[in-house]
């Protein structure tokens, strides 16, 4: 088994198409995970000039403990620039949430970032 099937395993199912795992922390009593967001173009904006313009600020969501310590996502949200209009642009979860099959719990987890 690779690194990305195990890492597939532990987090919300689905989470690994939007997101890649940048860093892993072990701490005494608790687990950290963070996530940044792919840069793959959202696909309602896929026919725009976009150029990525980094993150919104980290958000930070407690999820399942990992055997017996806390588990803690550290997410960071993506933003692109607009090159035609000077709009800022990012994915909305929503339109993920409504338009792709995915479990519950992932559902979940898009709609806890989604307030941020």
Same mark, same amino acid.
């Given at each position: &088994? #690779?690194? /990305? @099937? $195990?890492?597939? &395993?532990?987090?919300?199912?689905?989470?690994? +198409?939007?997101?890649?795992?940048? /860093?892993?922390?072990?701490?005494? =009593? =608790?687990?950290?995970?963070?996530? !940044?967001? +792919?840069?793959? *173009?959202?696909?309602?904006? !896929?026919?725009?000039?976009?150029? @990525? +313009?980094?993150?919104? #600020?980290?958000?930070?969501? /407690?999820?399942?403990?990992?055997?017996? +310590?806390?588990?803690? $996502?550290?997410?960071?949200?993506?933003?692109? *620039?607009?090159?035609?209009?000077? #709009? !800022?642009?990012?994915?909305?979860? #929503? &339109?993920?949430?409504?338009?792709?099959? &995915? @479990? /519950?719990?992932?559902? @979940?987890? $898009?709609?806890?970032?989604?307030?941020?």
């Amino acid at each position: &088994m #690779d690194t /990305q @099937s $195990l890492i597939e &395993m532990i987090l919300p199912e689905g989470i690994t +198409k939007y997101f890649e795992v940048t /860093q892993i922390v072990k701490e005494a =009593s =608790s687990y950290r995970i963070y996530l !940044s967001v +792919k840069n793959t *173009l959202p696909l309602e904006y !896929s026919s725009g000039k976009l150029i @990525s +313009k980094g993150f919104f #600020d980290e958000i930070t969501v /407690q999820d399942f403990p990992i055997r017996g +310590k806390a588990c803690y $996502l550290h997410v960071r949200r993506r933003r692109w *620039l607009n090159v035609t209009t000077g #709009d !800022s642009v990012f994915r909305d979860w #929503d &339109m993920v949430a409504n338009g792709t099959r &995915m @479990s /519950q719990e992932f559902a @979940s987890f $898009l709609k806890g970032i989604a307030r941020y």
